[in-house]
């Protein structure tokens, strides 16, 4: 059910929640326009094609040509190597790539379709790189013809920043997931973003952000709505949210996470 207000906006949430909440939204969206940004970067990078960016990236990381999915462990092996910025946990990457709640019993793997939702461009402004980094044939999406690859210089530069940028968003937003979680379940803010529908759309997610809250302007709502929608193959925003807002074990516990 629709959350009851506890000190009354107009939305019906506690002004506490309401702060949250946009505050969370906002830095999605902010979140979203910069890695839009380097993923039409990279897209753009002469004859850059995502299954060979894959390839490389598990070649790299696991020194294993054979390999057709990048455990994450390995990959923050290689995160944490020469010049890195961050230094994830498996939770954080399981968490910012997979859109898992919780860290994968397996220890959580990258494929090649979560690879494809990290680097292909998603703002329609941005189709023609979209198009340029087109899905391969499917048998070429299996196998491990990695050891001609070339990987590495601008490319490798930005799957790091690409990582590092989304881990560190996961991080920056902990005081708000936890303040959202005393009073909101992932499932009522999804609710708040249906349409007469019945589901969330991007004018009803659009609708609630810009006039209910108050908070977005139209072309942040879209940007937000690609984020939320990024997890869902039919375009809905419920895992999304769920990424978003659900707090993480030890939350409470890293000294960074203020």
Do not use: K, N
Not at 46 to 64: E, H, K, Y
Not at 105 to 131: K, N, S, T, Y
């Amino acid at each position: 059910a629709t959350p009851a207000a506890a000190a009354g906006g107009r939305t019906g949430l506690s002004w506490r929640m309401e702060e949250a909440l946009v505050g969370l939204f906002h830095a999605a969206a902010a979140a979203e326009t910069a890695a839009e940004q380097r993923r039409a970067a990279l897209a753009r990078q002469p004859g850059f094609r995502p299954m060979d960016g894959f390839r490389g990236l598990v070649l790299a990381s696991t020194q294993d040509p054979g390999r057709v999915r990048l455990p994450l462990g390995d990959l923050r092996r290689w995160l944490e190597g020469s010049w890195a910025s961050v230094s994830p946990s498996d939770h954080e990457l399981a968490r910012a790539l997979l859109g898992c709640e919780d860290l994968p019993e397996d220890g959580g793997f990258l494929g090649f379709a979560d690879f494809l939702r990290l680097v292909l461009p998603r703002d329609p402004l941005h189709e023609a790189e979209r198009l340029q980094g087109s899905l391969p044939p499917e048998e070429d999406a299996t196998g491990g013809a990695c050891a001609g690859l070339t990987f590495g210089g601008a490319v490798e530069y930005a799957l790091r920043r690409m990582i590092e940028e989304e881990v560190d968003f996961i991080r920056r937003t902990c005081r708000l997931r936890r303040e959202l979680a005393a009073e909101l379940r992932p499932a009522q803010v999804h609710e708040l973003l249906w349409g007469e529908a019945g589901r969330a759309t991007a004018e009803s997610v659009a609708d609630y952000v810009t006039d209910t809250l108050g908070a977005l302007d139209h072309a942040q709502a879209a940007t937000l709505f690609r984020r939320l929608s990024a997890f869902d193959e039919e375009g809905g925003v419920l895992a999304g949210v769920r990424v978003l807002m659900a707090p993480m074990s030890g939350d409470d516990l890293v000294p960074y996470r203020q």
